[in-house]
Antibody
């Protein structure tokens, strides 16, 4: 059974850097084809894909946010880390991580999400 | 980036109704289209992948169709637990993109 869980600060100040961790079980990111993505959702708004890291360490980013995002993995810890610099109140959102693969190119399952509020 | 446009943005319907939600891509995405259901305070749940394949455990009243740029999600007979928000998402190219969502409400 695959599970994912997001963790990180609930509150960050404007201009700070956000660091979120996705801890997963039931699969390994060293297995060929495996991928983990980050997706966010501002309160009452739509889902927005942010970034993806693949088993071979290939990385992909949102066009509009790529200058602020960095995704990385620690295969030994079964973790994927997302950093987002220069946080702004418009970045207030629930942040999710989700599994996909190169064969199963859909997001399933998802973590429960973690709400991050940006406020001074 | 590929833009995904859903219609309608919101929909009121009654238990037992047949409901169709449409998703249009800004360019052809073949059958690389997925549908998710999201209930308040919960993570999205995969319903349909590859345009028309039903995810394991999802009731058969849900179905998907389409290819190229136009896709539909149909619920054949609405049940009380189906009132939620539905999102389409393309997996044809990166960056992945979602539709703006369709909120399905009880009439």
């Amino acid at each position: 059974q695959v599970t994912l869980r997001e963790s990180g600060p609930a509150l960050v100040k404007p201009t700070q850097t956000l660091t979120l961790t996705c801890t997963f079980s039931g699969f390994s990111l060293s297995t060929s084809g495996m991928c983990v993505s980050w997706i966010r959702q501002p309160p009452g708004k739509a889902l927005e894909w942010l970034a993806r890291i693949d088993w071979d360490d290939d990385k992909y980013y949102s066009t509009s946010l790529k200058t602020r995002l960095t995704i990385s993995k620690d295969t030994s810890k079964n973790q994927v880390v997302l950093t987002m610099t220069n946080m702004d109140p418009v970045d207030t959102a629930t942040y999710y991580c989700a599994q996909s693969s190169q064969l199963e190119v859909w997001f399933d399952p998802w973590g429960q999400g973690t709400l991050v509020t940006v406020s001074s | 980036d590929i833009q995904m446009t859903q219609s309608p943005s919101s929909l009121s319907a009654s238990v037992g109704d047949r409901v169709t939600i449409t998703c249009r891509a800004s360019q052809s995405i073949s059958s690389y289209l997925n549908w998710y259901q999201q209930k308040p305070g919960k993570a999205p749940k995969l319903l349909i992948y590859a345009a028309s394949s039903l995810q394991s455990g999802v009731p058969s009243r849900f179905s998907g169709s389409g290819s190229g740029t136009d896709f539909t999600l149909t619920i054949s007979s609405l049940q009380p637990e189906d009132f939620a928000t539905y999102y389409c998402q393309q997996s044809y190219s990166t960056p992945r993109t979602f539709g703006q969502g369709t909120r399905l409400e009880i009439k």
